[in-house]
């Protein structure tokens, strides 16, 4: 397995701001510290960039820094090191799962009253945000991930009791829909950009979608009134589509979440990209039907491919 190493080192009698900032840095990036004072990060193209930054603000603060790969550490095995980052990760999680169960053990009935709700919310969106801050350094998929999301997954169904179970979904397969043309609403945004994504990605990859207020006989329609595949109970379209299809896979699960808090805004998911994607979306305001979906597909290819990357799990540790 290759590593990238960055050590660095700012003028002594310099302030101290630029050094507290590059240890913050340090920190958001996920990076160790194995020994002998170098901060290591798996050599993935994102780590080597953030190394590379940093070493351009330690040069403009008038200190040396050095980034090199390497393939293996003298006396520090790759399974050795894979613990330590799943270490590092475990105390990130650990510190907020502690707050989250703090918050799940004060809901009762008092925090009913619309002010204690709002304020429970507001506390698990920032869990939320924050336990998605870590995931993005968890590198080799620390265990104590799942334990947290888990927590913070019972906290939401607690704060939201009357909402209706997730609807029922009926089975379709690929093969009855292909060479099938569908038809969905004019001005498409995130629901529907995400079904024309998912339709020409894993249903029917030559399919003709028509943008209209009605669709025509033969037509499968989405995402519009009386639509073969629409909203069900909490589910936006795109999530009725994955289900009924039986797709599955880390990225479009990641993308489901995306697309149901872009949609419908209602607090179930807090993920980093809904944001960034939210603004892109808002930018196409002006564009015809062709000219949102060419963009569109590229826009799900890229979240596909980021979100589908799966970290590797550490090994067996071995018993001494």
Same mark, same amino acid.
Not at 217 to 232: C, T, Y
């Given at each position: 397995?290759?590593?990238?190493?960055?050590?660095?080192?700012?003028?002594?009698?310099?302030?101290?701001?630029?050094?507290?900032?590059?240890?913050?840095?340090?920190?958001?990036?996920?990076?160790?510290?194995?020994?002998?004072?170098?901060?290591?990060?798996?050599?993935?193209?994102?780590?080597?960039?953030?190394?590379?930054?940093?070493?351009?603000?330690?040069?403009?603060?008038?200190?040396?820094?050095?980034?090199?790969?390497?393939?293996? &550490?003298?006396?520090?095995?790759?399974?050795?090191?894979?613990?330590?980052?799943?270490?590092?990760?475990?105390?990130?999680?650990?510190?907020?799962?502690?707050?989250?169960?703090?918050?799940?053990?004060?809901?009762?009935?008092?925090?009913?009253?619309?002010?204690?709700?709002?304020?429970?919310?507001?506390?698990?969106?920032?869990?939320?945000?924050?336990?998605?801050?870590?995931?993005?350094?968890?590198? &080799?998929?620390?265990?104590?991930?799942?334990?947290?999301?888990?927590?913070?997954?019972?906290?939401?169904?607690?704060?939201?009791?009357?909402?209706?179970?997730?609807?029922?979904?009926?089975?379709?397969?690929?093969?009855?829909?292909?060479?099938?043309?569908?038809?969905?609403?004019?001005?498409?945004?995130?629901?529907?950009?995400?079904?024309?994504?998912?339709?020409?990605?894993?249903?029917?990859?030559?399919?003709?979608?028509?943008?209209?207020?009605?669709?025509?006989?033969?037509?499968?329609?989405?995402?519009?009134?009386?639509?073969?595949?629409?909203?069900?109970?909490?589910?936006?379209?795109?999530?009725?589509?994955?289900?009924?299809?039986?797709?599955?896979?880390?990225?479009?699960?990641?993308?489901?979440?995306?697309?149901?808090?872009?949609?419908?805004?209602?607090?179930?998911?807090?993920?980093?990209?809904?944001?960034?994607?939210?603004?892109?979306?808002?930018?196409?305001?002006?564009?015809?039907?062709?000219?949102?979906?060419?963009?569109?597909?590229?826009?799900?290819?890229?979240?596909?491919?980021?979100?589908?990357?799966?970290?590797?799990?550490?090994?067996?540790?071995?018993?001494?």
């Amino acid at each position: 397995m290759s590593w990238v190493v960055f050590s660095y080192s700012l003028p002594s009698a310099g302030r101290s701001s630029p050094r507290v900032a590059v240890w913050r840095r340090l920190r958001a990036v996920g990076a160790i510290v194995p020994k002998g004072g170098v901060h290591v990060l798996p050599a993935r193209d994102d780590c080597v960039e953030a190394f590379q930054w940093l070493a351009q603000e330690v040069e403009q603060a008038k200190g040396d820094a050095l980034l090199f790969r390497v393939e293996r &550490f003298e006396g520090l095995s790759d399974a050795q090191l894979i613990e330590l980052f799943q270490e590092a990760r475990k105390r990130d999680y650990d510190a907020l799962d502690a707050r989250a169960a703090d918050l799940e053990k004060s809901l009762d009935a008092r925090t009913r009253r619309t002010r204690d709700l709002a304020r429970a919310r507001d506390l698990l969106a920032r869990l939320r945000r924050e336990h998605a801050e870590i995931a993005r350094i968890d590198f &080799f998929d620390c265990p104590a991930g799942a334990q947290a999301a888990g927590r913070l997954a019972r906290i939401a169904q607690a704060l939201a009791p009357g909402e209706t179970a997730e609807a029922r979904v009926p089975p379709a397969t690929v093969a009855a829909y292909r060479g099938k043309r569908w038809v969905t609403r004019p001005r498409p945004h995130v629901d529907r950009l995400a079904c024309a994504w998912l339709i020409r990605r894993f249903i029917n990859p030559g399919a003709q979608i028509r943008y209209a207020t009605a669709p025509e006989p033969e037509e499968v329609a989405f995402d519009m009134r009386g639509a073969q595949f629409g909203h069900r109970g909490n589910l936006c379209t795109f999530e009725t589509m994955v289900k009924a299809f039986g797709l599955d896979d880390p990225g479009l699960r990641a993308i489901a979440e995306i697309v149901h808090e872009i949609d419908l805004r209602d607090g179930r998911y807090t993920r980093p990209e809904v944001p960034g994607v939210d603004a892109i979306l808002k930018g196409w305001v002006t564009y015809t039907d062709a000219e949102r979906e060419t963009p569109g597909i590229a826009l799900f290819d890229g979240l596909h491919a980021a979100l589908s990357q799966v970290p590797r799990a550490a090994p067996p540790r071995k018993r001494r």
